[in-house]
C-alpha cells in the first residue's frame, strides 16, 4: 500500500491521452511541473513515543506483546488519512501529531481491555478501520498521548441469516472481503464508496457512508440494523429488530459518531438478494440543469435506480479527456440503470426511458456504463499524479432539496473559483439521489501555491463550507465531520445541537479519551454557535 497516496503501489491512473490532459490543465491552471516527494517512509522521522513503560506492558497484557507497536513507520501511517491535507504534509515527512502506539486487537474483549488500559491512565484512543478518511477522522488530537486501535483483525462473518436477509459482521472487515462472502451466499449489502477496496465496515457506519449504488441500496445507515459499541467502562449491543417505537432509536444514534463514543466492534446489516444482472447506460443531457430535473423525475417517479450519476459540463468536459481523448464536449452526462432480473429491468427501462425522452436525453449505449463500473474506483489514483506535478487536488461534498439544489450548486462553485483566484477547475456531480433532493459532489484543481499549500487549501475549503453553510446544504452528505468541517458544527446544528452531542459525548466517554477533537465540540463553547 502506498504510504505517500492512494491504493497500492503498482496502480496509477491510466490517461487516455496524456499530451492532452497536461495540454488541457495547463490551459486553466497555467504551467505545472514535478514536484518532489519523499521516496521511503524511512524518511520520515518522528519523535519517540509518549508511551511510558507502564503503559505499554498494560497494553501488551492486553493483546499480547506481539500486537502493540511503536514502530515509527507504523505510526506514521496510522496518524493521517488520505485527505489533501494528509497527503501533502506525509509526502514532504510532516506528521505534527504522532500517534504513540498502534495495537492491533484480534477480540472484543481484548478491545475492551485496551479501554480500560486507556482510561486509567488517561490515554487517547483513536479508532482506525482502513484509514481512508479525507476529513482528518484519525489524526491524534489534544495534548495526552495517543494510541491507536487498529481493527483490522475483527473481519469475521459471524453469521448469515437467509431467511431475514441480516448479517451479522466484525467490524474491521474490508468491503471486497465482505461482498465476496455475501455473493457467495446469493446476497449483496449494496454498498461501493469509492474507497470500497481499502475501507472497513466499521468505519461505513461511523461516517454514515454513501455508495456508488446508494440510490438503489440506500446509505449505509439504512443497511445497519443492529451496532454493538465498547466504550471505556461498558458496552452497548443495540436490540436486532426490523423497527421500534421504543424511544430514540439508539443504532442510529451511533451510527455517524466517528469514534468519539467507543469503539463499534460489530453490526448486523440487512441485505439484499444478489442481483440477476445490471444495466447501466450512459446518456447526454444539454445541460447540467436539465439532467437535475431528470434526476428528481425518477427519484419521484418511484422508478427506483441501483445508479444515478450526473456530471455537469465541466467535469463531463473533463472525464472526455481523461477517458476518451475527446475534447470540446459541451453536455451533461448521465450514468443510469438499474439491477434486477430481466422482468425487473425491461419494466424500469420503459419508465426511466420515457421520463429522459422528455429531456432530449442521448443515447450513448451500455458500453459506457459498463466502462464506469469497470473503472469506478481507480480515480483516486489520478490525485497522486496530479500532486506529483504540483496541482492542489481535493473533493467535498454536501446535500440539499430539490428547490434549494442549483442555487447552492452555482454558489458553492463561484465560491471555490473566487478562493482560487479565477485559475483553477471547479467541477461536480450528483451522485446520491432521494425523492426530495440529492447530493452534490465538487472536485477542485488548482496549480499548488509552492510552500503555502495547506493554507491555500484551507482558503478553498472555507469559502466552500461557508457557501454551503448559507445556502442550505448539508454540512456533510457522506464524508464526515472528523478536524475538517468541526468549525462548522455549530452553525450548523445550532446551540441546541451542539449541546446534545456534548452532553452525549460526556455519557459515553467522561474522561474525553475517545477520538478526542472530532466531529463535535466537548462542550457548546467549544462550537462557533
Not at 409 to 435: C, D, F, I, K, P
Request: proline content about 5%; cysteine-free; glycine content about 12%.
Amino acid at each position: 500500500m502506498k504510504w505517500w497516496g492512494w491504493g497500492e503501489e503498482q496502480k496509477s491512473f491510466s490517461l487516455s491521452d496524456p499530451e492532452r490532459f497536461w495540454s488541457f490543465l495547463r490551459e486553466r491552471l497555467g504551467e505545472v511541473s514535478a514536484r518532489p516527494r519523499l521516496q521511503s517512509l524511512d524518511q520520515v522521522v518522528l519523535p519517540p513515543s509518549r508511551l511510558g513503560a507502564d503503559a505499554l506492558a498494560a497494553l501488551g497484557r492486553a493483546v499480547g506483546n506481539a500486537l502493540v507497536t511503536t514502530d515509527s513507520g507504523e505510526r506514521a501511517v496510522h496518524s493521517l488519512g488520505k485527505g489533501y491535507r494528509d497527503l501533502v504534509r506525509i509526502r514532504r515527512g510532516e506528521v505534527p501529531n504522532p500517534t504513540a502506539a498502534v495495537v492491533y486487537p484480534e477480540t472484543e474483549e481484548q478491545v475492551a481491555a485496551i479501554l480500560a488500559a486507556a482510561s486509567e491512565r488517561g490515554i487517547s484512543v483513536v479508532p482506525f478501520g482502513g484509514g481512508t478518511t479525507v476529513v482528518g477522522g484519525v489524526e491524534p488530537v489534544g495534548e495526552k498521548p495517543t494510541i491507536t486501535l487498529d481493527l483490522g483483525r475483527l473481519e469475521r462473518i459471524v453469521e448469515i441469516e437467509p431467511v431475514s436477509g441480516t448479517a451479522t459482521v466484525e467490524a474491521g472487515i474490508l468491503g471486497p472481503a465482505l461482498e465476496a462472502q455475501l455473493n457467495a451466499a446469493g446476497f449483496t449489502l449494496g454498498h461501493f464508496p469509492q474507497s470500497f477496496e481499502y475501507s472497513s465496515l466499521g468505519g461505513w457506519i461511523a461516517t454514515r457512508s454513501a455508495g456508488q449504488k446508494s440510490t438503489g441500496y440506500g446509505k449505509i445507515e439504512e443497511r445497519v440494523r443492529s451496532v454493538r459499541l465498547l466504550f471505556p467502562g461498558g458496552s452497548v449491543t443495540t436490540p436486532l429488530v426490523p423497527a421500534a417505537a421504543a424511544g430514540p432509536d439508539l443504532t442510529q444514534t451511533i451510527t455517524g459518531t466517528e469514534g468519539v463514543l467507543g469503539v463499534i466492534t460489530r453490526a448486523t446489516v440487512r441485505l439484499s438478494p444478489l442481483p440477476a444482472r445490471s444495466d447501466y447506460r450512459g446518456f447526454l443531457l444539454p445541460t447540467f440543469a436539465d439532467g437535475v430535473e431528470v434526476a428528481r423525475e425518477v427519484m419521484q417517479s418511484g422508478v427506483h435506480p441501483a445508479v444515478l450519476r450526473l456530471s455537469d459540463e465541466p467535469e463531463t468536459e473533463s472525464m472526455a479527456i481523461m477517458q476518451m481523448g475527446a475534447v470540446g464536449l459541451n453536455a451533461s452526462l448521465l450514468i443510469f440503470g438499474f439491477d434486477g432480473d430481466e422482468d425487473e429491468l425491461r419494466f424500469r427501462w420503459e419508465q426511466g426511458e420515457r421520463i429522459l425522452s422528455r429531456h432530449a436525453a442521448q443515447s450513448l449505449g451500455s458500453g459506457l456504463g459498463e466502462a464506469w463500473e469497470r473503472s469506478r474506483f481507480e480515480l483516486p489514483y489520478l490525485r497522486d499524479t496530479l500532486l506529483d506535478h504540483g496541482v492542489m487536488v481535493d473533493t467535498l461534498e454536501t446535500a440539499t432539496t430539490w428547490e434549494r439544489y442549483l442555487g447552492l450548486y452555482r454558489a458553492v462553485r463561484q465560491a471555490m473559483e473566487t478562493a482560487m483566484g479565477g485559475r483553477g477547475v471547479v467541477m461536480a456531480h450528483l451522485s446520491h439521489a432521494y425523492s426530495d433532493g440529492a447530493s452534490i459532489y465538487y472536485t477542485f484543481l488548482a496549480k499548488q501555491e509552492e510552500g503555502r499549500e495547506i493554507e491555500q487549501w484551507q482558503r478553498v475549503k472555507t469559502a466552500a463550507t461557508q457557501a454551503i453553510i448559507d445556502n442550505g446544504g448539508a454540512l456533510s452528505h457522506h464524508h464526515g465531520i472528523g478536524v475538517d468541517h468541526r468549525p462548522w458544527i455549530g452553525a450548523y446544528l445550532g446551540s441546541g445541537g451542539v449541546r446534545a452531542l456534548a452532553a452525549l459525548k460526556k455519557a459515553f466517554d467522561p474522561q474525553g479519551i475517545m477520538n478526542p477533537g472530532k466531529l463535535a465540540p466537548d462542550s457548546e463553547e467549544g462550537a462557533n454557535v
